[in-house]
């Protein structure tokens, strides 16, 4: 690999990253007057522990946000330069979510940019996602669960389809999901996870 596409490889991560560490759940919460979402529930940036302030709209908005930022950093990665450097912001993107600089590299737990990059980057593979994610929620009612089952999903889906480099990528991510969610899996296996639509104490610090 030459010197021009590792630069061009850093730069898409970079963009990447940049793209990824928005942190929409901290700025839709600031912009609608309420506490900072750190301080809530479990602490979390994302949308489900924007949900427990019960507005569904920010919440929304959130989820919204933080798939968009996804799907935005690879589209325009492979505009402009094709598939590989799409491929290569894709990971920067999912690397700027879970450690954002403007955060103390303190950030969410992935999902939604994960479904923001599967649109990006195989479509049918985000709607495998989904309804996985839609069916394991409905019969367990734990998010966390869901987003397990459908990151383990989704890997195999690509392969099955032939697109093995891609499968590679989420493989990836799916494990560095899954380490994300590393309390919720002993929450899980000791029955104390939280459902989705339960409120949560507040927490202390960020």
Avoid: Q
Avoid at 3 to 32: D, E, K, Q
Avoid at 34 to 52: F, K, M, Q, Y
Avoid at 76 to 83: C, D, E
């Amino acid at each position: 690999m030459d010197g021009v596409v590792m630069l061009t490889f850093l730069a898409t991560f970079i963009f990447g990253y940049l793209c990824g560490s928005i942190p929409f759940g901290v700025l839709v919460m600031r912009l609608a007057g309420e506490p900072d979402v750190r301080t809530i529930g479990s602490g979390n940036i994302g949308a489900t522990n924007v949900l427990r302030s019960g507005r569904k709209a920010l919440a929304a908005a959130t989820l919204l946000g933080d798939i968009l930022k996804g799907t935005a950093a690879v589209l325009v990665a492979n505009h402009l330069l094709g598939r590989e450097a799409a491929m290569c912001a894709a990971l920067g993107a999912f690397f700027g979510h879970l450690f954002p600089v403007w955060l103390n590299f303190k950030g969410g737990k992935g999902v939604a940019t994960y479904i923001g990059l599967l649109l990006g980057l195989a479509w049918p593979a985000a709607i495998a996602f989904c309804v996985t994610w839609l069916a394991v929620a409905a019969l367990t009612r734990y998010s966390s669960l869901a987003a397990l089952v459908a990151s383990t999903v989704t890997p195999l889906f690509l392969w099955w389809h032939g697109e093995t480099t891609e499968a590679g990528l989420f493989g990836l991510l799916s494990i560095l999901l899954w380490i994300t969610h590393r309390e919720n899996i002993g929450r899980l296996l000791h029955g104390s996870e939280s459902k989705i639509g339960s409120r949560l104490p507040s927490v202390t610090g960020h």
